[in-house]
């Protein structure tokens, strides 16, 4: 799914998180889910204030989300090939920098992204990353990042897999390597739902979606060129 922004100076792709199977359909054009409603307000432009465009990514098939374990289906060369095509895709119509954010689980296909071995297709076509919520199971190596990279997490994050310490340690490995800026961002506003700690409330940014565009926008729109 697409939102476009009428003055937009990046593209942001979602990866989300959960099961990463959205089923949308081609007449969609509005998900109700809040976080994704709150994402698509950072195609708001104003004067001086240039807009986002926005791009939900929605797999076809059910990706693994069991609590326990690696999502090894996030790291198939199909998964990784339709992220490489969306990028392409909305590079190409967009004309502008695209970055790659990923939620919960998507975190998971971001660290795998940046492992694709297609130097046609892969890492190269992206911009900037944002890696946000992430579960513990994503993990970057040592080999070299050379993008923005934003680790954002909200401080009461109740979802027992998505610990913060191990995103505190992704965001100091990836530091060492990183040539651009790596940046580590804590949201402190926003409220529970009553619902899962790992599908609602907190890890959801639920209420939190002034604080969450200003970070993302302030950090896409100073680093993009």
Known sequence: MYWGSSDAKATLVLIPGGAGSLGLK?????????FYQALKKLTDATTGNPGINVVLFDS????????RGY???????????????????????????VWLMGHSNGAVS??????????????????????????????????????????????????ANADARASIQNFEQVK?????????????????????????????YYGADAEMNEVLRNF??????
Do not use: W
């Open 26 to 34: 081609a007449t969609q054009r509005d998900p109700s889910n809040s």
């Open 60 to 67: 076809p098939s059910q990706l693994d989300s069991s609590p």
């Open 71 to 97: 999502p090894s289906s996030r790291a198939t060369a199909d998964h990784l090939a339709r992220i490489s095509s969306v990028i392409r895709f909305y590079k190409q119509k967009t004309g502008k920098p």
């Open 110 to 159: 971001i660290t795998e992204f940046l492992r694709y071995k297609d130097p046609e297709r892969g890492p190269s076509q992206i911009s900037g990353l944002i890696v946000s919520g992430a579960r513990k199971a994503a993990y970057f190596d040592k080999r070299p990042v050379d993008v923005p990279v934003l680790f954002l997490h909200h401080e009461r994050d109740g979802c």
């Open 176 to 204: 060492k390597t990183n040539t651009s800026v790596t940046e580590f961002r804590f949201l402190k506003s926003g409220e529970p739902e009553g619902g899962s700690p790992c599908a609602s409330g907190y890890h959801m």
């Open 220 to 225: 896409i729109l100073s680093n993009s060129r």
